[in-house]
């Protein structure tokens, strides 16, 4: 446990996780004298800490239908090559990402023209060249029973109208569009924030407040660290304690997840060549789920450490509910055996696209479910804000960030420690008002930090 510095530091970043990390490490590597807080370990619930990153696998890529989450993304990208070499540790696979969805609608146009704004190389597929190409994989409309004979979903025999599916598909090889750890790459960043000096405080942090021209932020311990400025990167549980002056508008939803795992030498012949997949059928614009389930992802076969090799599958807004407070966030982490109407029709759904998904699948060796927390923003984007010099934040991901999070943390410590005008997100790819943050329709917060918002 780091002993409390009798000299303040530069920065105190809130908040352990990947964008927080990232932040602390870029600020240290430009010579600041920086502390991190948070804990080790992914849920605290005796002090009300959770986060998403204890996973192996999510999605990273170049193509968006958003070209300021696109920017993000290339940005990181960029850099994972230099983070893996210099930590020595690896969090990349590169297997390519493809976006697929109803050919000529609007998920797959949405794509092509924020690749095309981009000068992003993408192939573009048909139906018949998808199962050319993967033979072994599910992607056309039977995956999601994306249509209907009668008003009722058909079988994989059944009559009727059947849209056509097309893909836009990014190499991994060019891009290194494919697949991130972010349990590693969490470790990689904490590795190269140790070197150049991070100092992490293994506690939660309780407040933010003024201390003798200093920020103090007060753990769960009882300490207290002092710096001239400070950073919060909570993302989910932000406003759940006084860490802002204001609350932020976000909207927590449930996330589920299910993984099918098959024997790691199975996995290996038949998906060996499998890439990140993210599916947005149905008609309405980008695959946002009306009236059916219409929108998923699926993730090659990786070591999830429950046994063999496993391919993940989740979901988009179909499934997602709001939770309305802390304890309903906590419960959502801490009893799996619990759950509504909506969450059990999730996890039943997408056992079924899990099996759906491989054609003539070897013998599955086990199945697992997992959850997380979505914080949600009404810009679909974080906020990055500067609350006056000495306070600021990066929360609201909306469930991007993995890819993303080294250069939110770049930015956002950028934004508190350079000095950089407001908006000026180095480069044109990012408007100025790309990260824009909206207020809770709440009073201000008394007893936190910042004296201005």
């Known amino acids: 446990m780091a002993a409390l510095s009798d000299a303040p530091y530069d920065l105190v970043v809130v908040g352990r996780g990947l964008v927080g990390s990232a932040a602390a490490r870029h600020a240290a590597e430009a010579g600041h004298r920086v502390a991190i807080v948070g804990p080790t370990e992914r849920s605290q619930p005796d002090v009300g800490v959770y986060g998403c990153h204890n996973d192996e696998g999510r ?124 349990r590693r790459l969490l470790l990689a960043q ?33 300490r207290a660290v002092k710096a001239e400025k400070c950073l919060v990167c909570t993302n989910a549980f932000t406003n759940f304690k006084p860490l802002l002056p204001r609350r932020v508008a976000l909207e927590l939803t449930t996330q589920t997840v299910r993984r099918r795992a098959f024997a790691t030498d199975d996995a290996a012949a038949a998906l060996g060549d499998m890439p990140a997949i993210i599916v947005k059928g149905g008609a309405a614009p980008y695959g946002t789920a009306s009236a059916q389930f219409d929108s998923c992802y699926v993730l090659p076969p990786l070591d999830y450490g429950d046994g063999g090799l496993s391919i993940k599958v989740g979901h988009g807004a179909f499934f997602e509910r709001a ?47 997992d959850r997380c927390v979505i914080p949600k923003t009404p810009t679909s984007r974080p906020y990055v804000h500067k609350f006056d010099e000495a306070l600021g934040c990066c929360v609201g991901c909306n469930g991007y960030a993995a890819k993303s ?49």
Not at 190 to 212: F, P, Q, S
Not at 352 to 366: T, W
Request: glycine share 8%; with cysteine.
């Open 59 to 182: 999605i990273t890529r170049r193509l968006d239908v958003d070209p300021t989450w696109a920017a993000l993304a290339s940005r990181s990208m960029d850099r994972y090559a230099d983070i893996e070499a210099r930590s020595g540790i690896r969090f990349h696979d590169a297997v390519g990402c493809l976006a697929v969805g109803r050919a000529g609608g609007p998920y797959l146009s949405a794509v092509a023209a924020t690749a095309e704004s981009r000068r992003l190389e993408l192939e573009a597929l048909d139906e018949d060249q998808l199962r050319a190409k993967w033979p072994r994989l599910r992607l056309d409309c039977t995956l999601l029973q994306d249509f209907k004979v009668d008003g009722a979903p058909a079988s994989d025999e059944g009559e009727g109208p059947r849209p056509r599916y097309a893909a836009l598909f990014e190499s991994g090889a060019k891009t290194g569009a494919g697949v991130v750890s972010p």
């Open 323 to 369: 939770l309305k407070d802390r304890e309903a966030a906590a419960k959502w982490y801490e009893d799996r055996y619990v759950e509504e109407r909506l969450d059990s029709f999730a996890r039943c759904e997408l056992a079924l696209v899990a099996k759906r998904a491989v054609r003539d699948a070897p013998a599955a060796v086990g199945d697992a479910t």
């Open 190 to 222: 904490a590795a190269l924030g140790a070197k150049a000096g991070v100092v992490h405080y293994d506690a939660a942090a309780e407040a933010t407040a003024r201390e003798d021209g200093l920020v103090a932020v007060r753990l769960s311990d009882g």
């Open 405 to 453: 999070s080294d250069e939110l943390g770049r930015l956002a410590q950028r934004m508190m420690l350079g000095d950089v005008p407001p908006g000026d997100w180095d480069g044109a790819d990012i408007p100025a008002d790309a990260f824009d943050v909206v207020f809770a329709d709440e009073p201000p917060v008394a007893g936190v930090a910042a004296l201005a918002v």
